[in-house]
């Protein structure tokens, strides 16, 4: 199964940082790519925005809530997915992914919900 590496930062460390140190993070974080991409492992990449909405349905009952979720002390702010089965060699890109210097990188695999 494909791993993905899910950046998963601090909700307002984006405003905090300011548009020129977020430019210059989001280039090395583009760098990072680009080294995934020539080695072959790259299958996708996105940077995820800040707004966000929830639903659930129970009894055929749609609710939706609008974010920021006040509550979350945490947000998924990107992602890379990986053509490797291997989990050792995703560990290892993300402790290459400049985002473990700020955030933490979790390390999933992808796949059916039942394995």
């Not at 990072?32 to 009894?59: H, I, P």
């Not at 490797?84 to 955030?103: F, G, H, I, N």
Request: hydrophobic residues 45%; negative net charge.
């Amino acid at each position: 199964m494909p791993q993905m590496l899910l950046i998963v930062e601090p909700p307002g460390q984006r405003a905090e940082r300011g548009r020129a140190a977020g430019e210059a993070v989001y280039q090395r974080m583009q760098d990072f790519a680009a080294q995934l991409q020539a080695e072959g492992l790259l299958l996708g990449v996105n940077s995820l925005g800040t707004a966000a909405r929830r639903l659930s349905k129970r009894d055929g009952v749609a609710q939706v809530w609008d974010g920021p979720f006040a509550e979350a002390k945490e947000m998924v702010g990107g992602y890379f997915l990986l053509d490797t089965e291997d989990a050792a060699v995703a560990l290892a890109w993300a402790e290459r992914c400049p985002a473990a210097e700020w955030a933490t990188v979790e390390i999933r695999g992808v796949g059916p919900c039942y394995t």
